[in-house]
């Protein structure tokens, strides 16, 4: 299965947290083809004073199920110091899964596609750049939905070197 995972951290060594969870992922059998730039971008939707969020977008290819690789995202996050005292709280590192080619999946636990995809500049600019010519599970090209979107919220990006 291929599909694409968003991660962001705006705590402590944000970019480093990138790259741990990176490796953890391939690690654990999940096999990283592509990484977007990190993006600096403005936290959205929080209740309170946030850091800037780093942000990327990696396409990727695993043998886990759907529910076994949210699993796995989970575990990362809490090796890796995530605490979820609140809705929106800052965090060492969040993985999402934000598409799995030709796989849906709606659940309790687990929307795939992301609910939340098409409105959030800081998964869509980062996918757009390794995958300009997806089109998304709801028919619009990814390039559509980027240039509806606006970057405001993006404060700057680079590439990291991730082994």
């Known amino acids: 299965m291929r599909g694409y995972l968003s991660l962001g951290s705006n705590l402590g060594d944000r970019e480093a947290y990138l790259d741990q969870a990176m490796n953890a992922l ?3 059998g999940v096999h990283i083809i592509k990484t977007s730039s990190v993006y600096e971008t403005k936290p959205c939707d929080v209740p309170d004073r946030q850091e800037n969020y780093y942000n990327l977008v990696v396409y990727v290819e695993t043998e886990l199920y759907p529910a076994d690789l949210l699993a796995l995202c989970q575990v990362i996050e809490k090796d890796l110091g995530r605490q979820r005292p609140y809705v929106h709280s800052p965090r060492t590192i969040d993985i999402d899964i934000v598409y799995l080619e030709g796989i849906t999946v709606s659940t309790d636990t687990l929307s795939v596609p992301h609910p939340a995809l098409e409105e959030r500049s800081f998964v869509v600019y980062p996918l757009c750049e390794i995958a300009p010519d ?10 559509e939905v980027k240039n509806t979107l606006g970057d405001d919220d993006i404060v700057r990006m680079w590439k990291i070197d991730h082994g």
């Not at 997806?134 to 390039?143: D, E, M, N, Y």
């Open 26 to 28: 391939g690690a654990c």
């Open 134 to 143: 997806i089109v998304l599970p709801s028919g619009r090209p990814i390039i």
